[in-house]
């Protein structure tokens, strides 16, 4: 099986630096030590994952901190568009993922413009580097949003059992999407659609490789999670004075807890859009060996290359039994080192099973 590698060289770096960390000796492994290892790997993951909105976010609290109110925009605005370069010249970031995090920030332009013209929620008028009344830094704020759901994607290996039709999510998030506008001018469905939701991915389970463990858990605790961080980051962002709620205009105050509800939707819609993108990520996690794929687990291990044939000379005989297996289980290297290495994986993989 032939696997492209998406990760960048910052990445391939970082993955060896891990591996030898984590996998040097320290025998024997006690369960204790090894469930921390996977809790912490998890959690460098996920900082890894987040690193777009992160830059964000603290860009913000700074920028409120230390910048005038008449130039705050155009300087969240100018720093949005020199983290997304930087990330992607620093090898933070690939070009593939660039295409997902560019959609996200025209879907979410789109809708900032016709929100922010309806007042349910408003920015500062000053600046030069605006669209429709819109700061273009807030289109950024979306495209962290694309560029954390794709980059989870790859660092976790993610796989998703029984994942719904592909024209009914469609249909779903084109409706939750339809009504961020069109509640305004007739009825709320949201909670039609946030039945639909559960009743779409009520049976679908996403595998989330760690480091040596693969773990499964339901997709909707993972976006009710996920909606929960946003809602967090939000109560930050408007602290910030990046944008403000109506509630918000006399002192600032917490997001409303509803809120959550909100993102959530928003997460089917990165989750249909990323689908799209990317729809490796619709069948479960397998091993490809020869034709054949091996059941998801922690027993698993993904196949990095075929063996080559061996050669031998005119007078040299066939291995025969055990010999002869081993014989054809000749390890590959590679780039990144021995094929042995690699398919133990590490807190960052420089695999990724989207090519």
Not at 136 to 141: A, E
Not at 283 to 311: D, W
Request: aromatic letters at 10%; proline letters at 5%.
């Amino acid at each position: 099986m032939t696997v492209r590698h998406l990760s960048t060289a910052v990445e391939a770096r970082i993955d060896r630096a891990a591996r030898r960390l984590l996998d040097a000796g320290h025998q024997p492994r006690r369960p204790l030590r090894l469930a921390v290892t996977e809790l912490l790997v998890f959690g460098a993951k996920q900082a890894w994952a987040c690193t777009f909105g992160a830059l964000l976010l603290a860009t913000m609290v700074v920028v409120h901190l230390t910048v005038p109110p008449a130039a705050r925009n155009d300087v969240l605005t100018v720093s949005a568009a020199a983290i997304q370069v930087g990330m992607l010249v620093f090898g933070l970031e690939t070009a593939r993922e660039l295409r997902v995090v560019l959609v996200f920030h025209l879907v979410g332009t789109v809708m900032e413009v016709f929100k922010t013209h309806v007042g349910s929620w408003q920015y500062g008028d000053d600046g030069w580097l605006v669209v429709a009344g819109v700061p273009l830094f807030s289109g950024f704020m979306y495209g962290a949003v694309g560029s954390y759901t794709v980059r989870v994607v790859r660092l976790f290996d993610l796989r998703f059992d029984r994942w719904p039709r592909q024209w009914l999510l469609v249909v779903v998030a084109a409706g939750i999407y339809a009504n961020f506008f069109g509640h305004h001018f007739l009825w709320d469905a949201r909670s039609v659609l946030l039945a639909l939701v559960v009743a779409l991915f009520a049976r679908t389970t996403v595998h989330v490789r760690v480091h040596r463990a693969t773990v499964r858990m339901p997709v909707l605790v993972a976006m009710v999670l996920v909606a929960l961080f946003i809602w967090l980051a939000e109560n930050v962002a408007t602290w910030a004075g990046a944008w403000t709620y109506p509630d918000q205009t006399d002192g600032w105050q917490p997001v409303a807890p509803t809120k959550v509800v909100a993102w959530l939707l928003l997460m089917v819609i990165s989750v249909a859009l990323v689908a799209w993108l990317y729809p490796q990520v619709r069948s479960a996690p397998g091993v490809a060996v020869r034709g054949r794929t091996a059941p998801s687990g922690l027993e698993a291990r993904p196949t990095t290359a075929t063996s080559a044939p061996v050669r031998r000379s005119a007078g040299s005989r066939r291995p025969r039994g055990s010999h002869a297996d081993r014989d054809r289980r000749l390890k590959v290297s590679g780039p990144d080192g021995p094929a042995s290495a690699r398919r133990e994986s590490s807190a960052f993989r420089d695999e990724a099973p989207l090519g």
